[in-house]
């Protein structure tokens, strides 16, 4: 036996070295168990076979910007009186309808998409409600006619996720996934408000907001038949550090309320970074960001993926690396134990294009840069430098608004080649 007393064995020179090159390719976090003891060699040999598998971490392919081909490919008319942006189409009455829309997802899936989106990322009882679809607060003294409206609002929005299902359905796509779309609360206002975060009074507060979120997740939740057919929750296009932290909320009351008699569901948050700076619009940084998607001091259940959506790819980089930075913090202090998968799905402008909220029209406002004139090129090579540094579980990479499903076919084929490397 080991005398306790034995002071712990010098690391030699060659040792030294080799700590000393881990120490620089996997940062500190991963080995400093191991100094000073008998196994620095195999567990350094370990973290080394681990790295290299985790640098080939599966990338899945997400589609693209529904509502922009909806208006580029299909001419439907997006106006600043219209709050429901691509699930106008949900409608039966409308008159592109269903048909459009399932014709639209199966053209993603058709260009190679794993995971569709399902076009409810404005849907919401003040949205149809603003379609002429008369959903009543809950003050109405009509309850009977509220109850129906509901009723009504809740099928037609529960419609989005049969569409993009019969979408992978038609191609025979077992393996496609769906993932719930849920925009910000800013997505329902008029004009919208996502990009700024300037929510009216009664949606500031983390509180607020949860309610409102669990009210809308609620709508697919408590169907059982909708509900086993969501793959993913995907909370979008996030402005406010007290967003992130309601939609984390939100689905810790739906495990808990009766809503939760349904299985839990993985989810990510992809937050919007329309600035020049890499904030949020409410001005959190990018630490405050990660912390409030990752920490578990609260108790509310933890994403599977954070990441970002609607931002240019000139920005997406360097966000990365910021977001890179935070989670190996977190991970150091103990905060969490290891890495969540990453999700990154920019605007696809090619032209400088950039989105008026309130005529829902894109201007050019800016010349193009390089980095746009070659979308699918630009972010698969930040997507390849990402997965070489072997951190992230998985990666989920797609498109939102302006990538078409040429885009994501190029991104597709794009994917493939570098699996093959």
Not at 39 to 52: D, E, N, P, Q, V
Not at 108 to 123: R, S
Not at 321 to 335: A, H, M, N
Request: aromatic content about 8%; charged content about 25%.
């Amino acid at each position: 036996m080991k005398n306790p007393d034995t002071p712990p064995p010098t690391i030699s020179k060659p040792r030294f070295v080799l700590y000393y090159i881990l120490h620089l390719h996997l940062g500190p976090t991963f080995i400093k168990t191991s100094i000073g003891s008998d196994t620095l060699i195999s567990r350094a040999c370990h973290i080394s076979t681990f790295r290299k598998m985790s640098s080939k971490c599966k990338i899945h392919l997400l589609d693209g910007g529904l509502g922009t081909t909806l208006g580029d490919s299909h001419q439907v008319q997006f106006t600043e009186k219209e709050p429901l942006w691509s699930s106008q189409l949900l409608i039966p009455t409308h008159p592109h309808g269903p048909k459009t829309l399932l014709a639209t997802q199966k053209s993603f899936v058709d260009a190679g998409a794993d995971i569709l989106l399902t076009a409810t990322y404005q849907a919401s009882y003040e949205g149809f409600g603003g379609s002429g679809y008369a959903v009543h607060s809950r003050s109405s003294s009509d309850s009977k006619k509220e109850d129906g409206d509901k009723e009504q609002v809740n099928e037609i929005m529960r419609s989005a996720v049969d569409i993009a299902s019969n979408a992978f359905s038609i191609k025979k796509d077992s393996s496609g996934k769906i993932a719930l779309s849920l925009g910000a609360y800013g997505a329902i206002m008029t004009p919208g408000q996502e990009y700024t975060g300037k929510y009216d009074d009664q949606h500031k507060s983390s509180e607020q907001l949860s309610s409102w979120h669990y009210e809308r997740i609620s709508v697919f939740a408590r169907d059982p038949k909708s509900w086993d057919r969501v793959d993913y929750v995907a909370f979008e296009t996030i402005p406010l550090l007290e967003e992130i932290e309601a939609v984390r909320k939100s689905m810790g009351e739906v495990e808990r309320s009766n809503v939760g008699k349904t299985r839990s569901k993985p989810f990510w948050i992809a937050s919007v970074f329309p600035g020049e700076g890499n904030g949020l619009p409410d001005g959190s940084s990018v630490q405050q960001i990660v912390q409030a998607m990752l920490s578990k001091k609260d108790g509310s259940p933890v994403p599977f993926g954070i990441g970002l959506n609607c931002t240019k790819v000139g920005k997406v980089e360097a966000l990365i690396l910021d977001f890179e930075r935070e989670v190996r913090s977190l991970i150091e202090k103990g905060d969490i134990s290891e890495w969540p998968s990453l999700v990154v799905y920019p605007d696809g402008t090619i032209k400088g294009e950039v989105y008026n909220t309130s005529t829902k029209v894109w201007e050019i406002r800016e010349p193009p840069g390089e980095e746009d004139l070659q979308w699918d090129e630009a972010v698969l090579e930040i997507i390849r430098r990402t997965r070489n540094r072997g951190l992230w579980k998985e990666i989920i990479v797609g498109g939102c608004c302006k990538t078409t499903p040429r885009e994501i076919g190029k991104l597709r084929e794009r994917i493939d080649r570098l699996d093959k490397e």
